[in-house]
């Protein structure tokens, strides 16, 4: 089992940069792949990032590649989610999930995921 917490959530103007952070809980955190996803008000749950467990491989919806990077420490079992060039309409709660057993094709679809965190809002104003 892994618990995942998300943090660096905040209100910032269009074209503002913010750092996500997803800290993990429990065993061989390592073994995960993690991605994070978002949610708008009246809006699906969307897709937007994602990284295998060795860091090797790391994948992007096309809305926000080019201005996001995900990363991750393993040793300090922490998944970060740089937002770069921030647009009104990349606000949303934003959530990390967790799973060990996902397969290419299945990693931008949350159902595949076993653990999720509890979300951190990031807004978009001027």
């Known amino acids: 089992q892994v618990q995942l917490v998300e943090s660096g959530g905040d209100t910032v103007q269009p074209g503002g940069s913010l750092r996500l952070s997803c800290a993990a809980s429990?065993?061989?955190?390592?073994?995960?792949?993690v991605g994070w996803f978002r949610q708008a008000p009246g809006k699906e749950q969307e897709f937007v990032a994602a990284?295998?467990?060795?860091?090797?491989?790391?994948y992007y919806a096309d809305s926000v590649k080019g201005r996001f990077t995900i990363s991750r420490d393993n040793v300090k079992r922490t998944v970060y989610l740089q937002m770069n060039g921030l647009k009104v309409e990349d606000t949303a709660v934003y959530y990390c999930?967790?799973?060990?057993?996902?397969?290419?094709?299945?990693?931008?679809?949350?159902?595949?995921?076993?653990?999720w965190g509890q979300g951190t809002q990031v807004t978009v104003s001027s």
């Open positions: 990284i295998k467990r060795n860091g090797g491989h790391t």
């Open positions: 429990g065993r061989a955190f390592s073994d995960y792949t």
């Open positions: 999930a967790a799973d060990q057993r996902l397969i290419t094709s299945s990693i931008p679809f949350g159902r595949h995921y076993d653990h």
